[in-house]
């Protein structure tokens, strides 16, 4: 697979990474421990470098898996991970940056990872309570202990990303992006540009919606995350059917999957966007990063952006409690 470098950091990463929380989180039960091994080092043997993981994840669980699937090629891969939220008997209680808590964290991490540093550090929320200077200049320190190799945010406003990126150099930004999710191009990707920063879009296949997987009848685990996400109600899922339709018209001409479009337009927005789909099956991993072999001309491009124009996507990508976590 081809590589891609993460704004101006020189973090060179495989274009497409791998996601890996839905292993252990968010999307129903957790994956069977060594069949999430096993996916974790098939993609690893498929070209992919980049493995996102977060503390939230589980809690702790998904790190745990990371560090254990890895721990063979640790030095052939870059593992990314989180800090930001409270977490107390197992649950996520709200946010907390203090910089004693970052350092807390990150020793958490490192050990469940079982690495020696963190070669990508996010601030997974912004913590309206905490300046974000005090934490660029946390991680910072942490860069200057050999703990982490770079620094980055998640969700986070153009406004914040310049202040923390005045004090510690932010290799890359963590947020949403995708066909039916296009907000960071009103003012992000500008922003990224033009400070040298890369840009990670999680969830950009929209959840598992974009692919055609999931239409207004398909039930989801009592536990799945998007039982509450509003953008997944039954009346949206309908309404949104129509953008599922016009990718897989353009995926037709392309003679490639509805996942493989999605992808392959996140990837030719910009060099220095790389995606992270997950997933809990083997061949949906393939098809995926057969995404990264999809070029799309400027005509194809042109084409989905007329049939993207056409629908209005219904309903907030995040349930009220969350959605107040993000842009800050």
């Given at each position: ?284 991993l393939k098809e995926n990063l057969g995404a990264a072999e999809v070029d799309l001309s400027a005509g194809d491009l042109q084409m989905i952006d007329n049939a993207m124009a ?19």
């Amino acid at each position: 697979m081809q590589t891609r470098t993460l704004g101006k950091s020189g973090l060179q990463v495989s274009a497409l990474g791998l996601g890996c929380m839905g292993l252990s989180a968010s999307y129903g039960l957790p994956t069977e421990k060594q069949q999430a091994i096993a996916l974790i080092r098939a993609a690893f043997d498929q070209g992919v470098t980049l493995f996102d993981t977060a503390e939230i994840y589980g809690p702790y669980a998904n790190e745990e898996l990371v560090g254990e699937a890895l721990a063979p090629i640790r030095d052939k891969v870059s593992i990314a991970t989180k800090f930001g939220f409270a977490i107390e008997n197992g649950k996520q209680t709200g946010v907390n940056s203090q910089p004693e808590h970052i350092r807390q964290a990150v020793e958490g991490s490192l050990q469940r990872l079982k690495i020696d540093v963190i070669d990508l550090l996010y601030q997974h929320r912004v913590d309206p309570k905490v300046p974000i200077e005090d934490v660029a200049a946390t991680v910072k320190d942490l860069i200057a202990e050999g703990k982490v190799k770079h620094f980055g945010l998640s969700e986070a406003s153009v406004a914040t990303v310049r202040r923390a990126h005045a004090v510690q150099p932010v290799t890359a930004l963590q947020s949403e992006y995708s066909l039916w999710w296009r907000e960071p191009e009103k003012e992000m990707l500008q922003a990224l540009e033009e400070l040298g920063i890369g840009l990670v879009p999680f969830s950009p296949l929209g959840r598992g919606f974009l692919t055609g997987a999931i239409d207004e009848n398909t039930k989801f685990a009592g536990n799945d995350f998007r039982n509450t996400v509003p953008r997944f109600t039954p009346e949206a899922r309908k309404a949104n059917q129509a953008l599922v339709d016009a990718i897989g018209s353009i995926a037709s001409l392309k003679q490639a999957t509805r996942a493989q479009i999605a992808l392959a337009w996140l990837l030719a927005q910009k060099p220095w966007i790389v995606p992270i789909p997950g997933t809990t099956k083997v061949e949906r991993l393939k098809e995926n990063l057969g995404a990264a072999e999809v070029d799309l001309s400027a005509g194809d491009l042109q084409m989905i952006d007329n049939a993207m124009a056409a629908v209005e996507v219904q309903g907030e990508r995040y349930p009220e409690n969350l959605q107040r976590m993000v842009n800050l």
